[in-house]
């Protein structure tokens, strides 16, 4: 594993995304959330029915990393078997924030993206995915379940995606220098000041929601019950508790290496991390430990989608549905640094790979809180205000880092 990618699929950017007007929610990003998106109405779009003859070629858009011809490194190549499959030829573009993404799949030019769960819906809404036949994947019923039918990858029950690939976002700290060792996000937050100058933290408006996470376990008088539905008032203290923090960060960091460099040096001690900079800052001998706080965490879950304008469906479909198969699964998961959705690649990536990141660990994947777009009608269901939206989460991170 010599290059991640996960770097550039996590930034969300710092401009304020078109939001979802009019899309809100009966269901949530929290970990007991498992009911589909409600509260707003798809637009009538399609679902394939049938496979078909084979286009010549289809059109990919992607996460770096998440679909490898070879170009890269010769040895990492999961395109090449698919056109040998297939027939059609993988013309793949890589995009590095989801903001990009959904401006690139408006076009029509594309006719599938690995979608994260701060882009899926505004897809869905927007009418620029169809409904996905979860019949026409081959593989579908060996994706866990805990995956599926789930607030940012489907509406009303219907899937509008295939599930591809997910992780956490942990506590990391070097045992050396953090002593006793934490075991809640408060480390980072409350108690910043015990490393001041040593705490690093997520570069992105979404981390607002780590704050929020913190706040909800924390401080229920306030009222939060999903990180990603903050009326005004819960925004405020989540900034709040931002900005005090922000005086005793060494960095925010949005690239792996340089966040795994930095506790190698020990100029970072304690901050919030992924499993892959872990074991890149371990590689380096350096005395780390990435832990689930008491709190549960944010978390990320892919879903790969289909355009409602795809000109090559029957090819986007045979991607999908290989791309989801057990052994591209096993690849791009060890490749990219992340938990397969598809359980059998444990087969193939082998117990160990799979238990560091839990695959198939359903207890841990429920205390998670995934990735989930900010709209004005709140995700957690109140109809009796308005919540901030992703736009405000911007402005409001420039205001949180000076």
Not at 179 to 190: E, I, N, Q, R
Request: net charge negative.
């Amino acid at each position: 594993m010599t290059t991640r990618m996960r770097p550039l699929a996590a930034i969300l950017g710092a401009a304020a995304l078109a939001l979802v007007a009019g899309c809100g929610s009966q269901g949530s990003s929290s970990p007991t959330g498992t009911a589909a998106q409600g509260g707003f109405t798809a637009p009538d779009v399609p679902m394939k029915q049938s496979m078909g003859a084979m286009e010549s070629s289809v059109n990919i858009l992607a996460w770096p990393g998440y679909a490898e011809d070879g170009s890269t490194d010769k040895s990492i190549d999961w395109v090449t078997p698919f056109e040998q499959k297939t027939g059609c030829q993988a013309n793949v573009k890589y995009f590095a924030t989801s903001d990009e993404a959904v401006t690139l799949m408006k076009t029509g030019d594309y006719d599938v993206v690995s979608a994260s769960g701060d882009a899926s819906l505004r897809l869905v809404a927007s009418g620029d995915v169809a409904p996905v036949n979860t019949s026409l994947i081959k593989d579908y019923d060996q994706i866990v379940p805990f995956l599926k039918d789930r607030a940012w990858n489907s509406v009303d029950g219907q899937m509008y995606g295939v599930p591809h690939g997910w992780g956490a976002n942990l506590l990391m700290y070097r045992t050396d220098q953090v002593k006793p060792a934490p075991t809640s996000w408060g480390a980072v937050f409350t108690d910043a000041s015990d490393y001041a100058g040593k705490v690093t933290a997520y570069d992105s408006p979404i981390y607002i929601a780590d704050a929020a996470l913190y706040l909800m376990k924390t401080q229920p008088d306030l009222g939060i019950k999903d990180p990603y539905a903050l009326d005004q008032k819960q925004l405020d203290a989540a900034v709040s508790l931002l900005k005090d923090q922000r005086q005793h960060l060494s960095e925010y960091w949005s690239d792996y290496l340089k966040e795994a460099n930095a506790f190698v040096a020990g100029d970072s001690v304690i901050g919030t991390t992924w499993k892959i900079i872990e074991q890149t800052a371990a590689g380096e001998k350096a005395p780390v430990k990435a832990i689930l706080p008491s709190e549960g965490s944010t978390g990320w879950s892919d879903t790969w989608m289909i355009s409602s304008k795809a000109k090559s469906p029957n090819c986007a479909y045979a991607w999908m549905s290989y791309i989801t198969e057990p052994k591209p699964q096993s690849e791009v998961a060890q490749y990219f640094g992340e938990a397969p959705a598809n359980g059998q690649a444990c087969k193939l990536t082998g117990e160990a790979f799979c238990k560091a990141y839990h695959t198939t660990d359903k207890a841990f994947a429920d205390k998670l809180y995934y990735w989930t777009t900010p709209i004005s009608q709140c995700l957690d269901g109140r109809t009796d205000t308005q919540c901030t939206d992703y736009g405000d989460w911007t402005q409001a991170w420039t205001e949180i880092k000076g």
